[in-house]
């Protein structure tokens, strides 16, 4: 089946540490995105990356890092950096970036204890 | 930061009611997309419009893109149950990022 998953589901994460969460697709897009959801909220634009080896910042990339070293990957660190990290995040990709259909993952919820 | 607003930014009807969502930019879009998002789910797309003043609709939702491509609708004839979620504009600037709308809350009383 084709689509794109994110791992894991749920992840907990001592104050001062690093993480990474994980976005794989197989749908042969070149578009990907990192969006955090905050309760009650829209989605907020964290990076993109329009082919490999490529990204670029979003609205809220301060605390983030990101890389694009396969077609099918883009992990996202979030960084001790990060002030308010607990959130849910929504990985997604397209074939074509903001003009088609962005398919979304399962989403991570990362929670800061 | 969020230049696509939407309003309302919660709705409470009572089924078979009708629901409008309205998505509005502060700049002009390039197209515009619309998502659902179920209560502990992810959004799925619905539908884009890319023309002026462009109208589609599927079933008993109807979606406008306005003429001057800033803001746009969407509109739900006789809501459901299972119309209850949050949906989301997304609009493509110059830049092409994908901004999404700040969401509307739908929920849906039997």
């Known amino acids: 089946d084709g689509g794109i998953t994110q791992s894991p589901k749920y992840l907990f994460r001592k104050e001062g540490q690093n993480v990474t969460l994980s976005c794989e697709q197989n749908l042969n897009h070149d578009a990907m995105y990192w969006y955090r959801q905050d309760p009650g909220q829209g989605l907020r634009l964290i990076y993109y990356s329009q082919i490999v080896n490529d990204f670029q910042k979003g609205d809220i990339a301060e605390g983030y890092s990101v890389s694009r070293e396969k077609k099918e990957s883009f992990p996202l660190t979030v960084t001790s950096a990060q002030k308010n990290p607990t959130a849910f995040y929504l990985c997604?990709?397209?074939?074509?970036?903001?003009?088609?259909?962005?398919?979304f993952g399962q989403g991570t919820r990362l929670t800061v204890v | 930061g969020q230049q696509v607003m939407q309003i309302p930014q919660y709705q409470h009807v009572q089924e078979g009611e009708d629901f409008t969502t309205y998505c509005n930019s502060s700049t002009t879009l390039s197209n515009i997309q619309w998502y659902k998002q179920r209560p502990g789910g992810h959004p799925v797309f619905l539908i884009q419009l890319v023309k002026s003043g462009e109208v589609k609709k599927q079933k008993r939702l109807t979606f406008q893109f306005g003429e001057a491509k800033k803001n746009s609708s969407l509109h739900i004839t006789a809501t459901q149950t299972t119309d209850v979620g949050t949906y989301f504009c997304a609009g493509i600037k110059n830049t092409d990022k994908l901004i999404f709308g700040t969401g509307t809350r739908l929920q849906v009383f039997p």
């Open positions: 997604a990709s397209s074939m074509v970036q903001g003009r088609t259909e962005a398919f």
